[in-house]
């Protein structure tokens, strides 16, 4: 997409946020057209440095974003920070609000300061008998009851990716995008909260209305009573595992011909889809059979063919192979700071045929912008290198 295109083209945001809530926040905001100024400690955000399952933290939520490295611990760095804010439209943060406080940064003495600026908290929780408590994404899916609902009984596990702050960092934009348009009519800008534990809330909402409304408690998903004849996961001939749903009867009655079930078709006790459902006992073991005696790229055809719900049982890395996703504009390359590069999914919607983003949002290096970015304020090249904590600086 045009860079002249985007929606959020002229909007300045200052992000100050670590992890993946915040970030991810900030980089949508980016992705939709906007200059996202990241400002990090003069060693770096954390995140850069993690390992193992953390190593794509950084990388993955901060592409498409400016570095300006603050040191704001010195009365210089706060000042800067206090002069770009002046600048902004949005300040994106995840820091907890005593320490915001004591920085002189809380929502309300920004909101003082600057009518206009629209102020993105990414919190634990909202406000309420939980607000100060210390929040991670696995804390807030065990507390809510994600955790339960995931895993089979007595083994609660945390969801396989950190989808929940990755749409908490969704609802942060969103409520962005809802603030800059409530500005352009009051010319007032909002503090806005975002809660992590307030997400996953949203995300057991299904369970919790059952509940309410049967007084039953839903079991975890593992052991989830079924509310389909056939939605289950089979191997085929040579061990490769394959789901397959049919959850209506046209598709009950193509899985059973193309697999050669006819007399499944037939038989009294299956006519109709309770009856199916309440027959799983002893219906897929005959399926499980069926499918077992055919190759995987056979049924893949005719499943698709028959429009049938299937997928393969895929790993993450098995997503840089898969025709849909190398679609154009499906991954985007992102060169790092020491010259290597990554291929990263673009966002998951398109406008006019289009999806949003630059084609090659880079990685900055800490601090990459500092320069260009302060001395467009008016600080002197003495007073950028002392807002950076530098010693030298005097």
Not at 146 to 160: E, K, Q
Not at 346 to 370: K, S
Request: net charge negative; aromatic share 8%.
């Amino acid at each position: 997409m045009d860079r002249s295109e985007e929606p959020l083209e002229g909007i300045r945001v200052v992000e100050m946020s670590h992890m993946i809530m915040g970030p991810s926040c900030g980089m949508f905001l980016a992705f939709l057209g906007a200059e996202v100024i990241k400002v990090e400690p003069p060693e770096g955000d954390k995140t850069r440095s993690l390992t193992g399952m953390g190593r794509g933290f950084f990388p993955t939520f901060n592409r498409g974003k400016k570095s300006v490295a603050l040191d704001l611990g010195t009365e210089a760095g706060r000042a800067a920070l206090d002069k770009l804010l002046a600048t902004a439209d949005v300040f994106v943060e995840n820091f907890r609000d005593v320490s915001l406080q004591k920085m002189g940064f809380a929502p309300d003495m920004l909101r003082a300061k600057y009518p206009k600026l629209i102020v993105a908290s990414c919190k634990g929780f909202l406000h309420g008998p939980y607000q100060d408590r210390t929040a991670l994404d696995e804390v807030v899916q065990m507390m809510t009851g994600l955790a339960y609902m995931t895993g089979p009984t007595g083994r609660p596990l945390r969801i396989g990716s950190s989808a929940n702050d990755i749409m908490a960092g969704l609802f942060g934009a969103l409520s962005v995008l809802g603030a800059l348009m409530q500005r352009q009519k009051d010319g007032e800008g909002h503090a806005i909260r975002i809660g992590l534990f307030e997400n996953s809330l949203l995300l057991v909402a299904q369970h919790m209305v059952q509940y309410e409304i049967e007084g039953r408690e839903a079991p975890p998903m593992p052991e989830r009573d079924f509310s389909w004849p056939v939605y289950d996961i089979f191997d085929t001939d040579h061990g490769r595992q394959i789901f397959v749903g049919a959850v209506t009867e046209h598709q009950w009655e193509k899985l059973c011909r193309i697999l050669g079930l006819e007399q499944l078709l037939d038989d009294p006790r299956l006519q109709s889809r309770m009856d199916q459902i309440d027959n799983r006992s002893w219906t897929l073991p005959i399926f499980a059979e069926a499918i077992a005696g055919r190759r995987y790229d056979d049924l893949v055809k005719a499943f698709e063919d028959a429009g049938l719900p299937f997928s393969p049982i895929n790993r993450p890395a098995e997503m840089f192979d898969d025709t849909h996703v190398n679609r154009p504009g499906g991954l985007l390359t992102t060169t790092m700071p020491d010259g290597q590069s990554f291929r990263a999914p673009a966002l998951p919607y398109e406008v006019d045929g289009n999806t949003p983003g630059p084609d090659n949002p880079d990685l900055a290096e800490i601090g990459r912008d500092t320069d260009a970015v302060l001395s467009a304020l008016g600080l002197t090249a003495q007073e950028v290198a002392a807002a950076q904590g530098k010693k030298d600086a005097a």
